[in-house]
């Protein structure tokens, strides 16, 4: 990250970080969203902390902030005056208190997700996946856990034995962002990880032989991969 930062100062960029699942983590003792210049997150009811919709959006900039509290309120500079466009980007009362109900539990549900992850990765060493260490991150939050498959086939095989079962799976990372009609670039890897990437259940209640069941599943899916 204090990479990408250099880089941009030297050439008078702005950084936009896009950590909509990040609530709650560190990088190197800082909170993951005082770096950049701007960082959005997510309140969506998926996300570990949640207000069922909205977000937020952080920075330390003055200049910025000014703008995009006017971007948020239809471009109101008082009663009368306007700079600008603007939407109606405000959360209500009602996600508010959702969010200020969630809010107190949140110690208790990260220690529910890392118990839960720890419990994935037991009956999940026969198979040949690929998921996420945070051990290395402080603060890392556990939103999800998400799994990639050693090819294509093997997935295909894997979510419709999981379907087939009654456990559902997401595949939040397909598409990749780079193919949609308003972007652009050329990103083989995220475009080839996206065909295999799977998020599997992970929720407050989740039982210990729910999980211990979706990884014989796996394994199942795995050695029977579709042709």
């Given at each position: 990250m204090e990479a990408i930062q250099a880089i941009a100062d030297?050439?008078?960029l702005k950084v936009i970080y896009?950590?909509?699942h990040s609530f709650?983590?560190?990088?190197?003792?800082?909170?993951?969203?005082e770096y950049g210049d701007i960082s959005s997150l997510s309140f969506h009811a998926t996300k570990l902390f949640h207000a069922v919709e909205g977000g937020a959006v952080i920075t330390k900039s003055t200049e910025f902030t000014r703008k995009l509290s006017l971007l948020r309120n239809f471009g109101h500079a008082g009663p009368y005056?306007?700079?600008?466009?603007?939407?109606?980007?405000?959360n209500s009362e009602f996600h508010a208190v959702i969010g200020l109900l969630v809010l107190p539990h949140i110690?208790?549900?990260l220690s529910n997700r890392k118990e839960q992850t720890e419990r994935y990765?037991?009956?999940?060493?026969?198979?040949?996946?690929?998921?996420?260490?945070?051990?290395?991150?402080?603060?890392?939050?556990?939103?999800?856990?998400?799994?990639?498959?050693?090819?294509?086939?093997i997935f295909e095989a894997c979510v419709e034995i999981l379907e087939s079962n009654g456990i559902g799976s997401r595949r939040y990372f397909?598409?990749?962002?780079?193919?949609?009609?308003?972007?652009?670039?050329?990103?083989?890897?995220s475009e080839e990880i996206s065909k295999k990437i799977l998020c599997l259940p992970l929720y407050d209640k989740?039982?210990?032989?729910?999980?211990?069941?979706?990884?014989s599943l796996l394994l199942l899916g795995q050695n029977n991969p579709a042709s």
């Open positions: 030297k050439h008078g896009d950590v909509a709650g983590v560190k990088v190197n003792g800082i909170s993951i969203f005056d306007f700079e600008g466009m603007g939407i109606n980007g405000k110690s208790e549900i990765k037991k009956p999940m060493k026969g198979l040949e996946l690929i998921y996420p260490n945070g051990d290395h991150i402080e603060d890392y939050n556990y939103s999800y856990f998400p799994i990639i498959f050693q090819s294509e086939a397909m598409p990749g962002l780079n193919t949609f009609d308003y972007t652009s670039g050329d990103c083989p890897i989740l039982k210990p032989e729910e999980q211990r069941m979706s990884a």
